[in-house]
């Protein structure tokens, strides 16, 4: 145990973690379900961060366990993760977890933070400062309500304000934390050294200080002064909006802001004139799909420009890259964003929003693939030109994203008879050619099975029934031993080895009736045929001879035996003899005949 | 322990580097040296000078509109790229400075520029390009300005 300990401590200390296969989907990482499978899904570019929240539509971890929390943290400090993902993840995390418990994760990480802001690393390493800056981020935007323990807040932030006293913090590290001091300071009331009132925001309004009035709209301790702040952002959100009817009826405005978060138009108030994704803001992907057709599932994976080898499809946000022209609203809209932001451009509801794609789902305004898929639901796909992912708008068709798309090869459909010698299942093929890029494999006796492929990939791919292997000879028996000699005698012979027994015959191969279904498209049917194959089974091997038996051993020899007689002379009692040589090894046995391989079934081919 | 001697002979050797950027955007004037680099249209004139030994980007907006230009504060970027790789540093100003004034201007100190100071880390600096992304709301349109920079360290 304790060795196992050492091996499992020095791998660790030599970065010898886990290794995981990637691309890792979101349901292989719930299969997993461990902390350092989770660090190493959200490494991958586009992993969704949905997996970390307890409560989503899609596969998400089981619980948030103390495992998987170190690994969280450890592998967010050790850049494994980044930074924008990293923080997604712990929203999610925080927003199911009990407040207790998101104590307790703030109080970490504010104690990583303290150390990180004191850190040499900080004034010398971007990618350090830039992790620093999101746990200050999330801590300081994080919901009402949640904290850390006060007996550790407080003792952290009394910290930093002696190092900023004593200036014992870099120029990066002071600008971190005077920053968190700041608002530990509105957090009681007080900004700049004097309390915080409506004139004060007054001021502050109307010389455009959002990023102040943002902070006291959300950490102001009095309810009603929080409200005061966001009155005042909002106005300023207002004044700075490129919507005429935004300014005009801003005080409108400004009450739904302040209520819901957002300035939400009512699209059966203002007809759908059209809508687009924004080809600029939107990721492009090319779809590829995974076929298991053993399994009949699927899974989609994606690669873009920007994204060389595969990985998982990424989690698409619509704010931003959705719009639509509304009659009666002057510029387009996109969806709403965080309520936080009150922001007071008109924009679309999520719940307004739909998708006409089985294979996707909305969950909370982002767009999510499903994982896993059966492998009929990707067969339809195959008459695509592309991946489409067709949108609603209020109920109406809107806008429809069109990606790439394109089918892995996929293993051959190879059907063996079940035991040795058998004969080939018979099988009935159907080959459609939903598109001229690919096609479609159906085998529906006798089981369904069905795989796409590429048109490119048709000389690579193949459907076999095949004739079960022969069964192998037996080998035959082992020679008997000769018998051992006595002493000064010759071994016996050893016994002739028993002849190996005859290999069986290869199966036949089953019989294939194929329907080519062209449909719209032009086939290339004798590519098509090649791939389809009834294959005899291999004649089974004659067994080895049985080997000859050992010759029996000699027997031992015998010494002269003398004595010495009165007169002093040496008589010989016995001459002795030499030991027995050893018997000769018998003749191996002959080989059993190979059997005979099987022969091909009927290949018939109607085509339609 | 003569690894340990090792060690300590080899950090000593590390040289330490200062650091100079240059904006590269087609247009851009330079000041006086060590100064601020400048970049305009229609709009908006930016004076750009890295400060490396204060570790902030010090930004001069000029608000050349008859209208409220507001910046976006806290979605400045700043993307240095290392060929395909590259990475995003969230920049604010030391102080909230709120909008400018039709024809006013203010300086912003960009916060956090951590850059390495020694070593081979700090050497393939040289040449590094810096995109700096600055949202503006300009006669109420949201434009994202890019100013291009380029790095260039010398050995102290």
């Known amino acids: ?608 | 322990m003569k690894a340990l001697a090792l060690a300590v002979v080899l950090a000593g050797c590390a040289s330490h580097y200062g650091y100079t950027f240059h904006v590269t955007d087609p247009g851009a004037r330079a000041g006086a040296p060590g100064g601020p680099e400048t970049l305009e249209d229609a709009d908006v004139k930016a004076d750009v000078l890295v400060d490396p030994k204060a570790e902030a980007i010090v930004l001069t907006l000029t608000n050349k509109t008859d209208q409220i230009l507001a910046v976006e504060w806290n979605d400045i970027r700043l993307t240095r790229t290392d060929g395909r790789v590259s990475a995003v540093t969230t920049l604010r100003p030391d102080t909230d400075l709120g909008w400018i004034q039709p024809g006013a201007n203010l300086v912003a100190r960009l916060l956090p520029l951590a850059l390495p100071r020694s070593g081979d880390a700090a050497a393939a600096y040289e040449g590094r390009r810096f995109d700096l992304q600055v949202p503006l709301i300009v006669r109420r349109e949201t434009k994202l300005y890019h100013y291009s920079l380029v790095a260039h360290v010398r050995v102290l």
């Open chain 1, 1 to 608: 145990m304790k060795r196992a300990i050492v091996i499992s401590f020095v791998l660790a200390a030599i970065g010898c973690g886990p290794t995981f296969t990637l691309p890792m989907t979101a349901d292989q990482l719930l299969q997993l379900n461990s902390g350092p499978a989770l660090v190493a899904y959200l490494s991958q570019p586009d992993a969704s961060p949905s997996v970390c929240d307890l409560r989503a539509r899609g596969p998400h971890l089981l619980a948030f366990n103390d495992e998987v929390h170190s690994a969280l943290v450890d592998g967010f400090v050790k850049g494994r993760i980044e930074p924008v993902m990293w923080r997604r993840c712990i929203e999610l995390v925080i927003k199911n977890m009990p407040p207790t418990q998101v104590a307790s994760l703030f109080d970490e990480l504010l104690r990583a933070y303290q150390s990180m802001v004191k850190s040499d690393h900080l004034q010398s390493d971007p990618a350090f400062a830039e992790r620093v800056a999101t746990i200050q981020r999330l801590y300081l935007e994080r919901a009402e309500g949640l904290d850390g323990h006060p007996a550790v807040t407080t003792a952290i932030f009394d910290d930093l304000r002696g190092a900023l006293a004593k200036q014992k913090l870099g120029p990066v590290g002071k600008s971190f934390a005077e920053e968190v001091i700041g608002t530990v300071d509105v957090t009681h009331g007080n900004w700049q050294g004097r309390a915080v009132d409506v004139p004060l925001m007054d001021t502050l309004a109307a010389a455009g200080n959002a990023m102040t009035l943002e902070r006291f709209a959300s950490r102001l301790p009095q309810p009603g002064l929080r409200e005061q702040a966001a009155r005042r952002l909002v106005r300023i959100h207002i004044a700075l909006s490129a919507f005429d009817e935004v300014r005009k009826d801003a005080a409108k405005v400004e009450e739904a802001v302040v209520r819901d978060g957002h300035n939400r138009v009512v699209i059966a108030e203002h007809k759908l004139v059209r809508a687009w994704f924004d080809d600029k803001k939107t990721p492009v992907r090319y779809v590829v799909v995974r076929q298991h057709v053993w399994d009949r599932t699927a899974t989609l994976l994606g690669s873009g420009e920007d994204r060389p080898g595969l990985s998982v499809l990424p989690e698409l946000a619509f704010r931003g890259s959705l719009f639509a022209e509304l009659k009666g609203v002057s510029r387009p809209v996109t969806l709403c964003g965080a309520a936080q932001k009150l922001d007071p451009t008109p924009c679309i509801a999520v719940t307004d929003v739909a998708l006409d794609n089985p294979l996707a789902y909305l969950d909370d305004g982002g767009v999510h693939f499903r994982d896993n898929i059966a492998e009929n639901e990707v067969v339809p796909l195959a008459a695509n030109a592309g991946f489409s992912l067709p949108v609603r708008l209020a109920n109406q068709p809107a806008a429809a994203l069109q990606w790439g798309l394109g089918f892995e090869k996929p293993d051959d459909l190879d059907f063996e008879a079940p035991s040795a010698g058998g004969r080939g299942p018979d099988l009935e093929v159907r080959v459609d050619h939903p598109n001229r890029d690919r096609y479609v494999y159906t085998v529906s006796s006798p089981q369904g099975f069905a795989a796409v492929v590429q048109a490119a990939d048709l000389g690579a791919f193949h459907v076999d029934s095949r004739g079960g292997t022969g069964q192998s000879g037996a080998t035959g028996h082992t020679g008997s031993t000769g018998t051992a000699g006595s002493q000064c005698s010759a071994g016996g012979p050893g016994g002739n080895g028993g002849p190996g027994g005859d290999g069986g015959n290869g199966g036949n191969g089953g019989n294939i009736h194929v329907v080519i279904a062209c449909q719209a498209a032009v086939c290339d049917v004798g590519a098509v045929e090649r791939t389809i194959a009834s294959i005899g089974g291999y004649a089974g091997a004659g067994g080895s001879g049985g080997q000859g038996g050992q010759g029996g051993q000699g027997g031992t020899a015998k010494s002269q035996t003398t004595h010495t007689d009165s007169t002093g002379a040496t008589v010989v009692d016995d001459a002795g003899c030499s030991a027995g040589a050893n018997g000769a090894s018998g003749a191996s046995g002959s080989r059993g005949s190979d059997g005979r391989p099987g022969s091909p079934g009927r290949v018939s081919v109607d085509i339609r």
